[in-house]
């Protein structure tokens, strides 16, 4: 009863250093999202993937990268980390589009600090 | 841009009695709601969703209202456990802003707080 699993949970990183958070299904669905929530602020979407070797830019993707080698991880980066990008990030993945019905299954989150 | 948000900050509500929570959102295209849950250093959890051709939709124990006239939505708790203390979030999508057929981007409101008292 995995579901959706986030490594690493915490993480500080210095500015400029690059890290890479890794989010694993084991539902088999298809999409898969990565979202960040900040204090005082909804959850804002970097980037999602619609299927394995797809990814689309959401409403905040600037400094992050993703990747979608195999249906069941979706790799979040940051090549040069800034403080900005201090926040508490979270993976979801759905069987279905949202354009279907939208349930999301969430990881627990990787807090990640940037001094 | 589309605005999703929630009335409250925080509520506080006794334990057995029944919990109102509110949320507003600003684009009248939006068609689709949903209800998250999110304890205390978890991910989000679904709660319950609604489509915007319904203006009532019943869950166990929860019910979620839609008023389309003044834009506003409700979550209702039933007989409030302490096990319903979290952050409640709603959230809201458009045909507009869905990226593609297949997937879409929903706008998140900022979450009220429900504190259950003994």
């Known amino acids: 009863n995995a579901g959706v699993t986030q490594t690493p949970k915490f993480r500080v990183l210095k500015t400029g250093q690059s890290m890479t958070l890794l989010c694993a299904q084991d539902m088999n669905h298809e999409y898969m999202y990565w979202y960040r929530q900040d204090p005082g602020m909804g959850l804002r979407l970097i980037h999602y993937s619609v299927g394995e070797g797809t990814t689309a830019k959401g409403e905040v993707p600037d400094g992050y990268n993703v990747s979608r080698l195999k249906k069941q991880n979706f790799l979040l980066g940051l090549e040069s980390a800034a403080p900005s990008q201090t926040s508490v990030y979270f993976c979801?993945?759905?069987?279905?589009?949202?354009?279907?019905?939208?349930?999301?299954?969430f990881g627990e989150g990787s807090r990640l600090t940037v001094l | 841009g589309e605005s999703v948000g929630l009335h409250l900050p925080t509520l506080s509500v006794q334990e057995g009695d029944n919990s109102i929570i509110n949320c507003a959102y600003s684009?009248?295209?939006?068609?689709?709601f949903i209800w998250y849950k999110q304890e205390s250093g978890k991910g989000p959890q679904f709660i319950i969703d609604i489509r915007s051709n319904m203006d009532k939709r019943q869950g166990q124990r929860v019910t979620v209202l839609l008023n389309k006239t003044v834009k506003h939505l409700s979550l209702q708790i039933a007989a409030t456990q302490p096990g319903d203390s979290a952050v409640y979030f709603c959230?809201?999508?458009?045909?507009?802003?869905?990226?593609?057929?297949?997937?879409?981007?929903?706008?998140f409101g900022t979450g009220t707080r429900l504190q259950v008292t003994l």
């Open positions: 959230a809201g999508a458009s045909p507009k802003n869905r990226l593609s057929d297949t997937a879409s981007k929903l706008t």
């Open positions: 684009n009248s295209a939006s068609d689709y």
């Open positions: 979801a993945s759905s069987p279905l589009g949202l354009g279907g019905s939208g349930e999301l299954f």
